[in-house]
């Protein structure tokens, strides 16, 4: 395994040197505010981060996986294609902004814009687990994969911010708890599920965040979850063709 | 041959940083240097600045101006015009240390002053409503001069290149405050220039801003009807005298100002009282993408657009607040914090002095009432 001290590089330098380490396990101390870290990444590498991640981390990734020990900033698995991000900590906004693949998992809160612009294809199936809660906009233009957002760290603020679900046309929102219908967009429906056995599509993926964060499985699933999803698939229809078949 | 867009990419786009020790013990500049310099990606060497509070405790009762000059011809013809309106108790060039990397600096000159009385009494202006006017008129008036900061016990230090080439360039490690803000610019839609660099400040005011002010021809328009003039070309202007004619003129409270700037949608406006506001004071709404770090000297407050559009990260060590456009910044001066978050969209982040009430020391009576019984 191959370790660098983020203090000893600049920006690019560490990228740089990150790219050209030949390691298959790969570990960065003392990171704080380095952007781009595993941007790109076509390979099934492991990278360990401890710091603070900059902009973009994991950014068009494309198999590696990346363990955050540390918060991310803003644009986290931006894009991101395959392999897994896993935060012990908060992220900030537009985490898994237009995210086609892979997981992304994070332990505290998420910012504002969660999952904007997500979409799926045939196998790629993204998924985004949340343990806190997240701010306004989630899968806003949403077009496929799977949101979760549990709220099971004890914070008291409202699970979701306004807007959850704008514009959105596939893909499906699973929060934990009862949420507030007027944070909810218009074009979306609501049901309530309850245990392991409506829950069975999703059960891998809290399991995996379970695993992860050391969480007691039946205690993420001893409170009923809303699934949202899209009511109309062609929303924007009539805006643009006067076409409404 | 010019390049084309995709040729280039300058990932920038503002950034700002605050840390304020709440117990107004003093610490000084390295600390604000380091934050900012952290986010040194984020603008281009067009514009960076700071504004600094509790520096001036020995002329804590006189107004500190700060004055860019163009040339020695502007600086005769500026202070003949403050000795006119002003005793001038010293005054000096701010020491700078030149440096390779900040150029065409313009002469940079502070003084300590209070205003003639027999001029307050002739033009029947409450002594910071004669400020105002005296450094607006500067401003937009006398060719080759401009005023960075007209406050008491505080100053802003600005200029065209990187913050922490700024901060070095105006000697900040020098300086003792217990309230520090700053900026890095990238500019857009207007130039960069010494004057429109950041912070923008109005008497003990200072506006530091990551975003774009959309409403800015509207929101200029509506503070001009109130005498404020408007000359700095940069669009965070207007955020500065926003905050004044609110809060030190109309008397209004922190909260309802921000009702104001940050209005919620008509959809979500959960209380009469504001829609009355947005109403009342609709050619204030700050529109568009913005976070923002309003400081006076009794405090902070940092605040996002209503959708929040920029990056916002605030965090507090004892009596320690910190806040900045990213979380790095804020772990390069303190690794280990009690608590870090992100406010959400028109949601105030309010950092005060421990024995401060609010972000001015009183509101003028007679005008209180009026926007209390709004």
């Keep these: 395994m191959a370790v660098f001290d983020a203090v000893d590089y600049d920006q690019h330098s560490l990228l740089e040197a990150l790219k050209a380490s030949p390691d298959q396990e790969i570990e960065v101390l003392n990171l704080n505010g380095h952007r781009y870290l595993g941007c790109g990444w076509k390979n099934s590498k492991r990278l360990v981060l401890r710091g603070t991640a900059g902009n973009n981390l994991g950014a068009f990734a494309d198999g590696p996986t990346i363990l955050l020990y540390g918060n991310g900033q803003e644009g986290v698995g931006n894009t991101m294609s395959d392999g897994e991000i896993v935060v012990y900590g908060r992220v900030g906004d537009i985490a898994g902004y237009g995210m086609r693949g892979g997981g992304l998992y994070i332990r505290d809160d998420a910012g504002y814009r969660l999952g904007i612009h997500m979409k799926a294809y045939q196998d790629k199936r993204p998924v985004i687990v949340v343990g806190g809660q997240a701010g306004a906009f989630v899968g806003e233009y949403m077009a496929g994969g799977t949101i979760i957002v549990l709220g099971v760290n004890g914070s008291n603020r409202s699970l979701i911010g306004p807007y959850c679900g704008t514009g959105m046309y596939e893909g499906e929102i699973y929060m934990r708890g009862e949420v507030p219908r007027r944070h909810l967009a218009e074009n979306t429906k609501t049901e309530v599920l309850h245990g392991e056995k409506d829950l069975q599509s999703i059960l891998p993926y809290l399991m995996r965040f379970a695993a992860h964060f050391s969480y007691d499985i039946d205690l993420i699933l001893a409170e009923p979850f809303t699934r949202l999803t899209a009511v109309d698939k062609r929303i924007f229809s009539h805006m643009y063709t006067g076409f409404t078949g | ?374």
Aim: charged share 25%; glycine share 8%.
């Design chain 2, 1 to 374: 041959m010019l390049k084309l867009e995709g040729d280039i990419r300058i990932p920038s786009g503002c950034a700002i940083a605050a840390v304020m020790n709440r117990s107004a013990e003093r610490f000084d500049g390295h600390t604000i240097i380091a934050s900012i310099a952290t986010m040194h990606k984020r603008s281009n060497g067009l514009g960076g600045g700071f504004a600094a509070y509790g520096i001036y405790p020995e002329y804590r009762d006189y107004y500190a101006l700060h004055v860019f000059y163009d040339d020695d011809g502007a600086r005769q013809m500026c202070e003949r015009y403050l000795q006119h309106h002003f005793r001038i108790k010293d005054r000096e060039p701010v020491p700078v240390r030149r440096t390779r990397k900040i150029t065409d600096a313009p002469l940079i000159w502070r003084y300590f002053a209070v205003p003639r009385e027999d001029r307050l009494y002739r033009e029947q202006l409450g002594e910071e409503d004669f400020v105002a006017r005296v450094m607006m008129t500067i401003n937009s008036d006398l060719r080759g001069a401009f005023v960075a900061s007209s406050g008491k016990d505080m100053a802003a230090f600005k200029g065209v290149g990187y913050p922490e080439d700024i901060g070095e360039f105006f000697r900040l490690e020098e300086y003792q405050a217990y309230l520090w803000t700053a900026h890095g610019r990238f500019p857009t839609n207007t130039p960069g220039w010494w004057g429109g660099a950041h912070p923008f400040t109005l008497l003990n005011w200072s506006v530091v801003h990551n975003g774009e002010i959309s409403s800015y021809s509207t929101n200029r328009r509506y503070l001009e009807m109130y005498g404020y003039k408007i000359s700095l070309q940069t669009d965070t202007e207007v955020i500065a005298y926003a905050f004044d004619f609110l809060m030190r003129q109309q008397g209004l409270s922190l909260e309802d100002t921000i009702d104001v700037i940050a209005a919620p949608f008509w959809s979500n406006l959960e209380q009469e009282k504001q829609a009355h506001l947005r109403r009342k004071y609709a050619g204030l709404l700050l529109n568009g993408p913005f976070s923002i770090i309003v400081a006076t000297n009794n405090g902070l407050m940092a605040v996002n657009d209503r959708i929040k559009l920029r990056p916002l990260v605030a965090a507090t060590r004892d009596e320690f607040l910190y806040v900045a456009s990213e979380e790095s910044a804020i772990r390069a001066v303190a690794p280990v914090l009690d608590r870090v978050w992100s406010p959400g969209g028109g949601e105030p982040i309010i950092g005060l002095l421990y024995n401060k009430k609010g972000l001015l020391e009183a509101s003028p009576v007679g005008l209180q009432t009026d926007a209390q019984s709004a």
